[in-house]
């Protein structure tokens, strides 16, 4: 069964700050998802990792994929306080039902 | 191009009634998937269906819990009987195709608390 672990689960640092977000998963997959969640709000898209070595960046944020090693990083350039929010990253099935499995979540908070 | 609806956003139901969350996919897509996070929790897969049908429903409880997408209207995701332990988010997605390369597109969530 396709398993997805993130670490760390909770992440407190200070504004300017850089910090990385890891997401294991435990079989093959095509693709991986990026998440943010606001409290009490949906899911906001952030990136979509499609093949190995992809790489995409949107602001302070830069995702990576490594489908040998099962690994992809968040990695967050000089934090600023609006990105204080929690990040999930989710990896499809690939047989079945075409199912998202995620990740438990990191609760970012950006210190002032 | 609206999104993905749900409605309510918000239920609040006394234990041992019954709630009954609505999911309008986004237009053109026929495939819809129901997941639930339970508080400080990643989504968790329930049910995935496709029109007057359902394919997948192994991560739905086997008790309380039902789904369904019919021809006309919505999916409904029933739950008879809620205890408190039904308190969560209920995200709906939808993809036009149901293949790993087509995106699901989540909705806004239904809350639930059970009082």
Redesign the interface.
Known sequence: ELK?EQNPLFLSMQEGKNYTIYCNYSTTS??L?WYRQDP????E?LF?LLSNGAVKQEGRLMASLDTKARLSTLHITAAVHDLSATY?C?V???S??????????TRLKVLA | NAGVMQNPRHLVRRRGQEARLRCSPMKGHSHVYWYRQLPEEGLKFMVYLQKENIIDESGMPKERFSAEFPKEGPSILRIQQVVRGDSAAYFCASSPEHQASYEQYFGPGTRLTVT
């Open positions: 997805v095509d693709r998802y009490g709000k949906s899911l898209s979509v999930f989710a499809v099935t690939t079945g039902t075409y199912k998202y499995i995620f990740g438990t979540g």
